[in-house]
Antibody, heavy 123, light 110 residues
Framework: QVQLQESGPGLVKPSETLSLSCSVAGDSVNSGDHYWNWIRQPPGKGLEWIGYWYVIGSTFYNPSLKSRAGVSVDTSNNQVSLTLTSVSAADTAVYFC???????????????WGPGTLVTVSS | FILTQPHSMSESPGKTVTISCTRDSGSIASNYVQWYQQRPGSSPTTVIYEDNKRPSGVPDRFSGSIDSSSNSASLTISGLKTEDEADYFCQSYDSTTHVVFGGGTKLTVL
């Protein structure tokens, strides 16, 4: 059974860099079958896609994050990482990693999610 | 593009509710729509993928459709149960914007 688990600091100071990891069990981030995503949800609000990494080295990001986000993969540890620079209180959210399956042309299905981790930005 | 959902809906147990998801530009049919259910304190789970397919384990009370005339997708839940009370998000994709979520609909069953 495939499982995703996010980890990282629960508290980050304003202007600093947020760094999170997602451990993948039961699947390989290098398999080429999936895209590996980060998504966040501010308290009481909706879902916001941050970006994804794909095995050929492709990364794409939500333009609203204005180049602050970075998604990368550690294939030796089978982990997906997120960095978000210059954080502010507006970046306080639950951060989810999620796997996307392109089961058909035109499909981008987030078929597996981690439980999420709350990151608070505060001094 | 933007996906617009009603902010909240409520209906009684046993009834049927339909949640809409309207795309503001580009055709709703150009890329598949997924629907996720999120209960408080949990991560989202899929109830519909590729417009109208149900993952294994999702009851057939859940169904999805798209309507090109209104450029929208719909999630219909029939025979409502109290356990269906949750937030529902639609999601789609294109090669420019990549992944887009609707704002979410809070469904109350009472």
């Amino acid at each position: 059974q495939v499982q995703l688990q996010e980890s990282g600091p629960g508290l980050v100071k304003p202007s600093e860099t947020l760094s999170l990891s997602c451990s993948v069990a039961g699947d390989s981030v290098n398999s080429g079958d999936h895209y590996w995503n980060w998504i966040r949800q501010p308290p009481g609000k909706g879902l916001e896609w941050i970006g994804y990494w794909y095995v050929i080295g492709s990364t794409f990001y939500n333009p609203s994050l204005k180049s602050r986000a970075g998604v990368s993969v550690d294939t030796s540890n089978n982990q997906v990482s997120l960095t978000l620079t210059s954080v502010s209180a507006a970046d306080t959210a639950v951060y989810f990693c999620a796997r996307a399956t392109l089961s058909a042309p035109g499909s981008f299905w987030l078929d597996l999610w981690g439980p999420g981790t709350l990151v608070t930005v505060s001094s | 593009f933007i996906l617009t959902q009603p902010h909240s809906m409520s209906e009684s147990p046993g009834k049927t509710v339909t949640i809409s998801c309207t795309r503001d530009s580009g055709s709703i049919a150009s890329n598949y729509v997924q629907w996720y259910q999120q209960r408080p304190g949990s991560s989202p789970t899929t109830v519909i993928y590729e417009d109208n397919k149900r993952p294994s384990g999702v009851p057939d009370r859940f169904s999805g459709s798209i309507d090109s005339s209104s450029n929208s997708a719909s999630l219909t839940i029939s025979g409502l149960k109290t356990e269906d009370e949750a937030d529902y998000f639609c999601q789609s994709y294109d090669s420019t914007t990549h992944v887009v979520f609707g704002g979410g609909t809070k469904l109350t069953v009472l």
